[in-house]
């Protein structure tokens, strides 16, 4: 009987009730902030309020047979578009009386344009009659063999308005496999560039041209496979495509007709401007060149000047009084960072399950740290970001085209020519590098003729000097207001489950790191300074009772960098020896 008796208060025993115990109290505890999420009642900002819900346009694109999920995506919309294709052609024409071409889309046909049978049965397969305005301007000097140069912001169907003339002119010249590559179009994302493939194959469905895409992330064996066979039209992304052009014996290039950049100053943006010059002298010089970017900068004039020879200028949006998409309604709020999280929070939990929505983070540990937190507190949600695996990135990718309603959490991967249809609302958690950088992220909503969408852009009271920017660049804002009494009240909650997963934990810890790391890597330091930053309340956003202890590598208000201590007063303390910055470049905090 002692032994029984010993056998049963053995500490081994003890220990494991009392971590049952403890797990009770953390899966009663989340029951009951789970029950609370599910209950809370929360209004919509307010100064925006929702219209009766709108009638959404069905998906005309996105109809190709396709491998593994371009297939299961495409394919799952072709029963709808059949049945309202009658529909969506007398809603078209509607748009276009009441607008009187003074929109997105014209007056005039793609019969028009006098195009090969194969390729106009084609469009209209796709769902489509009559052009938009980029399309109409870029298309006839195109196809006559000249040079453009196109500014036209997102969503204004620039992607149709060069594969068209492409197609055409692989079509009339008889290219065939041994031929080689004809068109090349590059693209400054792999999500860009698989939807150029996937558009480009449905032009190309009845002609007996070869297309293709050669992107990073993609096993490269596969890729020399298929250029060597022969792809007459291929879709590229520049670091590929330069490893093809240098490496890859039996790629055919020597006859290219037609080379097209899209998204020209994206392109450069993410340091492509290196590969970008070697990519064009490598290039057959006899060749006809178009370069289509939403912004001009000096940098897109010099790409230009290079590879253009007397390039016919081409600019829908001149003279437009706002550069947004029209039926884009933005506004911000100002949100103390220490509340960041339960606003967001609070926001989704509003229209979970009733909006598609899509959000931008400035990192990757940042997106991936948030999915996770949402996901354990049952909040369905994607994720798209560059730390991803490329098929995993596109599978999300069609996953979040096919959803009616759903939530993206994003980095800028996400923010520049992908058509994600009929986004309700994109809301910038962590604020752009720039307004260009914001043009961009809002431009995945109200794409279209007559489409709609909202924007929300969060800022603390230190970065409010940032809408000055925006109103300057000729984007109307308007102020919404924050109600902290509104919020859900679970950031007690939040940091005990932080403290108690030691997996959320350290993603918190790298989501913390990277997102300080990334603020101090700001362009316009006048707004966005890291120095101005109160760690406490930064910490509290990532569910911490108190900062963490991380590396930071800071940069020095002049130069160099500085190291991180505990703010004081909103200033960070004297490293040692009382000099800012200490001795060293890093500091543990």
């Not at 009392?18 to 999420?37: E, F, G, H, P, V």
């Not at 020896?577 to 200490?582: A, D, F, K, M, T």
Request: hydrophobic share 35%; net charge positive; glycine share 6%.
């Amino acid at each position: 009987m002692a032994n029984l008796d010993m056998e049963q208060h053995s500490p081994e025993k003890e220990e494991m009730k009392t971590k049952t115990k403890k797990k009770r109290s953390r899966d009663k505890d989340k029951a009951k902030i789970l029950k609370q999420l599910a209950k809370t009642e929360v209004k919509e900002p307010k100064a925006i309020t929702d219209e009766e819900p709108k009638k959404k346009k069905k998906k005309k694109l996105k109809q190709v047979a396709m491998e593994d999920e371009e297939t299961k995506a495409i394919n799952d919309e072709e029963p709808k578009k059949k049945k309202k294709a009658k529909q969506l052609e007398e809603e078209e024409e509607d748009k276009v009386e009441e607008s009187g071409g003074n929109g997105i889309m014209t007056n005039e046909t793609f019969e028009s344009l006098g195009l090969s049978d194969n390729t106009h049965k084609s469009i209209k397969e796709m769902g489509f009659a009559r052009m938009t305005q980029i399309q109409a301007k870029a298309i006839p000097p195109l196809m006559m063999g000249k040079d453009v140069l196109g500014a036209a912001r997102t969503g204004s169907g620039k992607t149709l308005a060069f594969l068209i003339p492409a197609v055409e002119l692989l079509y009339h010249v008889r290219f065939t496999p041994r031929n080689g590559t004809g068109v090349i179009v590059i693209c400054p994302t792999r999500e860009l560039a698989i939807q150029s493939y996937l558009v480009a194959k449905e032009l190309l469905k009845f002609h007996s041209q070869t297309v293709g895409k050669v992107i990073g992330g993609e096993p490269r064996k596969k890729e020399v496979e298929i250029l060597v066979k022969g792809v007459n039209l291929l879709v590229a992304t520049p670091g590929r495509l330069l490893d093809h052009l240098e490496n890859t014996d039996g790629f055919v290039f020597k006859n290219l007709k037609f080379l097209v950049m899209d998204e020209a100053d994206r392109i450069l943006e993410q340091n492509f401007e290196e590969d970008m010059k070697k990519i064009i002298k490598l290039l057959p010089k006899t060749r006809q060149t178009s370069l289509f970017s939403a912004t001009q900068t000096s940098k897109v004039e010099d790409l230009a000047r290079v590879s253009l020879t007397s390039p016919v200028y081409i600019d829908v949006d001149e003279g437009r009084k706002e550069v947004t998409n029209e039926g884009l309604e933005q506004g911000y709020c100002v949100v103390p960072s220490a509340k960041r999280l339960l606003f967001l929070l609070t926001f989704l939990k509003t229209f979970h399950g009733k909006k598609k929505i899509m959000v931008f983070f400035s990192t990757c540990k940042s997106t991936k740290f948030h999915t996770e937190l949402f996901r354990y507190i049952k909040i369905d949600c994607l994720a798209i970001h560059g730390g991803m695996e490329q098929s995993k990135r596109t599978s999300t990718f069609f996953q979040f085209v096919k959803l009616e309603t759903g939530v993206l959490l994003c980095t800028n991967v996400g923010a520049r020519g992908l058509d994600f249809p009929h986004v309700d609302w994109i809301v910038q958690y962590d604020p752009p590098d720039d307004p260009t950088e914001y043009i961009h992220r809002v431009g995945r909503t109200a794409r279209g003729e007559g489409a709609k969408g909202k924007a929300l852009l969060v800022l603390t009271p230190t970065e409010l000097q940032f809408i000055q920017y925006l109103k300057a660049a000729k984007i109307p804002v308007e102020e919404h207001e924050f109600e902290e009494e509104k919020l859900l009240n679970v950031q007690a909650f939040l940091e005990k489950t932080i403290s108690e997963n030691s997996a959320l934990s350290v993603s918190a810890k790298e989501a913390y790191k990277t997102y300080i790391s990334g603020y101090d890597s700001h362009s316009m330091k006048d707004v966005f300074n890291a120095h101005r930053l109160d760690l406490k309340e930064v910490a509290a956003s990532f569910c911490f009772s108190s900062p963490p202890k991380v590396l930071l590598k800071i940069h020095r208000e002049g130069d160099g960098y500085r190291s991180k201590r505990e703010p004081v007063n909103n200033k960070f303390n004297r490293g040692r020896g009382g000099r800012p910055g200490g001795k060293t470049k890093f500091e543990r905090y």
